[in-house]
């Protein structure tokens, strides 16, 4: 049995609608990042977490790697690569974009005093300004990577596809949007037209 912890409105949207796909047994649990009970399981308070009582007590974390976790773990969902050198390269390298470039470029948005050791308002502002112009030309790869494609890697769903609908959609809140990206708002559609991914998407933002 697999228990994800999750908080709502994080990347640990992906991992949960990758449990759904895999159409295996699990529990999702919802905890308050950062807080004393949640760390008391993980240290840095942080999401996505994992336990799988098949290997153990052990509490796994870490996004990526629990992505790979789960693609390998049930192959018969096809939800990583193709087994072959070249086909988890390219599952990987997708991977490895989402969270190392564009989810990394959200963090001057959400947590902008950390980015300068200064506390004058026009300063943490101006971070925030160098953040969104960071995360867009992120998205403007993601979206040459969507052109004339359905899915991200292999013409076919993977976890890849989870994670960057996922992502994507924290620019809701910019003046631009997820939606003024023609190819990754036909991909957001098509995500959301798979009922997991309405059911998990509606747990994670109760609002929308």
């Known amino acids: 049995m697999i228990t994800l912890y999750y908080a709502p409105k994080t990347c640990a949207m992906a991992q949960h609608i990758g449990l759904e796909w895999a159409g295996v047994d699990y529990t999702a649990e919802a905890v308050v990042m950062g807080s004393e009970d949640f760390k008391k399981i993980v240290p840095t308070g ?3 977490a994992m336990v799988d009582t098949e290997k153990g007590s052990e509490v796994m974390t870490q996004g990526l790697a629990l992505h790979r976790y789960i693609a390998q773990k049930y192959p ?4 990583g690569g193709d087994g072959t050198p070249e086909g988890e390269f390219e ?17 001057p948005l959400f947590h902008p005093q950390g980015y300068t050791t200064s506390e004058d308002e026009k300063d943490v502002a101006a971070v ?12 403007e790869l993601l979206e040459q990577m969507l052109e004339g494609k359905t899915y991200l890697v ?16 924290w620019t809701g809140s910019l003046e631009k949007t997820f939606n003024d990206y023609p190819n990754i708002k036909k991909h957001n559609e098509m ?3 798979d009922p997991v991914v309405a059911k998990v ?3 994670h933002n109760p609002e929308s």
């Open 201 to 203: 998407l509606k747990l």
């Open 46 to 48: 942080a999401v996505p």
């Open 76 to 79: 018969e969902a096809k939800l």
């Open 91 to 107: 599952f990987n390298s997708v991977l490895a974009f989402i969270n190392s470039d564009l989810h990394k470029s959200f963090g």
């Open 154 to 169: 292999d013409n076919r769903r993977t976890l890849a596809d989870a994670y960057a609908f996922t992502i994507a959609r």
């Open 191 to 193: 995500m959301l037209q």
């Open 128 to 139: 925030r300004t160098a953040g969104i112009k960071k995360v867009h030309a992120q998205m």
